[in-house]
């Protein structure tokens, strides 16, 4: 389930958005987006907070706290209506669009009364923009893919989104008498980036008790279809769920069954087939007779077909069956395998929390070491300078070592320039224990241009890790264009490994970047780019797409003990074999 810190943070982003649109006070919005996300990362659940309490979290003040009170007791927000009101519903729609922004919107609205995504669409193709400032070739064309990435992600939600209200209901569900087992199936626990609807399993004796259970949760808006094996609910937030019940002596094949991929078991039940046996969701049986051989559990299942078990994250038909089939099945790295955390930020720039609440709280989760890398000087907004960062590096020595001996690594997330050059002198940069080095601007170099720009980035001793590769953001976003090949070629050669950001709207590189990457003998690092305390929590959303880019503990360097770590660090070349 969502907690009231994040609605609250989408309601004060909504509200800075609507400040902007209207013409209003810049600083003013500025400052609603910050509260937004000081509230988003904030650690407690702020409905038990008062407003003294609210006004303890950085960047809210009294008139902000006054809203969020408002908003937890009535759920709604009356100046937030207000400005909701002032802007049409077409409006509204045309926001939505992830690379067009508000403020162009409500240009288009004005200018040329344009109201809805389809006018606009229209309006591109018929070259009615061409007069408008600000609406150049290059921009029309980010707008329309724009517009089909939104069509694209259409109805599908956020993994992380879907994780959370998936999990809210398998605990809820968990606690009806009765319940053997739950969990979710389907994309989810595959962990694909996207999710099109929950599917959750209950194995009982009985299913009514279940199927009442979910239509009654407060989260439930609304039930769909309601029947003895299969009920479908659609939750206040528009994300459709389906409940399973299973007999138990059904679960492994039930649960087989419904994890998928589609693609995936279709190969399966062609291996039973084989054998004169058939897979159904129900267990797997002899066709003549009828007699079940397997059904339990899902290791069973694999395990009459001549398969091991399969770990859910590989399930998408990309040749694991041959590979288990040859005994040759990856053994994917687990959140358990990851030694550290090699990008991740502080309030010193754009984080929320202060050096120390970072270092004690990836120290909670049994890191051997981490890294703080806060963002270098050509990123102006952050305003870093020499000294600050000089600072940061005195205390995080004097916090060396102090928490289970956890070692702590003084880095940076440096920029990539047009040209593929960095921050800092090298002098400097020889200060830092490991350097990130990612992409902030520039989004639109040529092809040629920008895959020099990151292979020269790659052949720069100082830099360890590419952050962030693609820069793409889900659904809003594309990845910029390069020769891919080409830089994981360079990422091999030189010794730099690529990132995995494991934030949930990013996942860059994503499993297929990944696995294209892994056929160059490419290294990489899976880490959270963490700006709160409760981003270090996204490491598992990082290590999901690592094994869907079927990476072991080999490929990735923060698995590895911090003395082979190091060695990958100084880049002497070659020195990513071993
Ligand atoms: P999604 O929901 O689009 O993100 O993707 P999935 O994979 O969760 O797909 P979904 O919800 O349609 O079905 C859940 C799983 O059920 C799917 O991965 C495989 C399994 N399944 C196998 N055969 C069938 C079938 O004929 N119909 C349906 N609905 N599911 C099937
Ligand atoms: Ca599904
Ligand atoms: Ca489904």
Aim: hydrophobic share 40%; proline share 4%.
């Amino acid at each position: 389930m969502a907690r009231p810190n994040d609605e609250v943070e989408a309601l004060l982003q909504e509200y800075a958005d609507l400040i902007a649109i209207t013409g209003g006070d810049a600083f003013k919005a500025r400052a609603y987006e910050k509260a937004a996300r000081a509230i988003g990362g904030h650690p407690a659940d702020i409905s038990h907070l008062d407003a003294g309490q609210l006004r303890d979290i950085p960047n809210v003040g009294r008139s902000i706290a006054e809203k969020v009170i408002e908003y937890l007791r009535t759920g709604t927000v009356t100046a937030v209506e207000e400005r909701r009101a002032k802007i049409p519903a077409g409006v509204r729609e045309l926001i939505t669009i992830p690379t067009l922004g508000p403020k162009r919107a409500m240009r288009l609205y004005e200018d040329l009364h344009i109201s809805s995504v389809s006018e606009l669409t229209a309006a591109i193709e018929a070259d009615a923009l061409h007069d408008l400032k600000g609406f150049g070739e290059k921009t029309q064309e980010n707008i329309l893919h724009g517009i089909t990435l939104m069509q694209q992600s259409g109805d599908r939600i956020p993994l992380h989104l879907a994780m959370d209200a998936a999990e809210g209901i398998v605990a809820e569900l968990s606690r009806v008498s009765g319940c053997r087992r739950c969990t979710y199936a389907g994309s989810l626990r595959r962990m694909r980036e996207t999710i099109g609807d929950i599917d959750v399993l209950v194995a009982a004796k009985r299913s009514a008790p279940f199927m009442e259970a979910l239509g009654a949760l407060p989260s439930t808006a609304e039930v769909i279809a309601h029947g003895e094996k299969k009920t479908s609910i659609r939750t206040t937030k528009g994300v459709q769920v389906d409940l399973r019940v299973l007999p138990p002596e059904s679960w492994g094949a039930g649960l087989q069954y419904f994890t998928g991929s589609k693609a995936h078991n279709i190969r399966t039940r062609t291996i039973a087939v084989r054998q004169g046996l058939k897979l159904s969701e129900y267990g797997l049986f002899e066709v003549d007779g009828g007699a079940s051989v397997a059904s339990r559990t899902e290791e069973e299942v694999y395990a009459r077909l001549g398969l091991p078990w399969i770990p859910p994250t590989l399930r998408e038909d990309r040749g694991e069956i041959q590979a288990a089939l040859r005994g040759e099945l990856p053994d994917v790295v687990t959140e358990h395998g990851i030694r550290g955390d090699l990008h991740t930020h502080t309030d010193l720039t754009d984080g929320l929390a202060p050096l120390e609440e970072m270092v004690a709280a990836a120290a909670e989760r049994g890191y051997a070491y981490y890294a703080v890398t806060d963002h270098a000087p050509n990123l102006y907004m952050q305003r870093m300078t020499d000294e600050k960062i000089l600072a940061q590096r005195e205390r995080l020595r004097e916090l060396d070592g102090r928490h289970h001996g956890m070692r702590l690594l003084h880095g940076t997330e440096l920029n990539i320039g047009p040209d593929g050059d960095v921050d800092w002198p090298e002098d400097f940069l020889d200060g830092f224990d490991i350097c990130v080095a990612a992409l902030h601007s520039h989004f639109d170099l040529d092809r040629g241009t920008m895959t020099r720009r990151l292979v020269r980035a790659c052949e720069n001793p100082h830099v360890h890790i590419i952050g962030h590769p693609t820069t793409r953001l889900i659904g809003k976003r594309p990845g910029v264009d390069a020769d891919w090949d080409e830089v994981f070629a360079a990422c091999a050669r030189t010794g730099t490994a690529l990132e995995i950001n494991a934030q949930p709207d990013r996942l860059d590189l994503c499993d297929e970047d990944i696995l294209r990457a892994k056929e160059h003998g490419t290294k990489f690092a899976v880490d959270t780019d963490a700006h709160s305390v409760l981003h270090l929590a996204h490491l598992r959303y990082g290590v999901a797409t690592a094994q869907r880019g079927w990476l072991t503990p080999e490929d990735i360097i923060n698995t590895w003990p911090l003395r082979r770590l190091r060695g990958f660090l100084r880049k002497t070349g070659g020195s990513g074999h071993r």
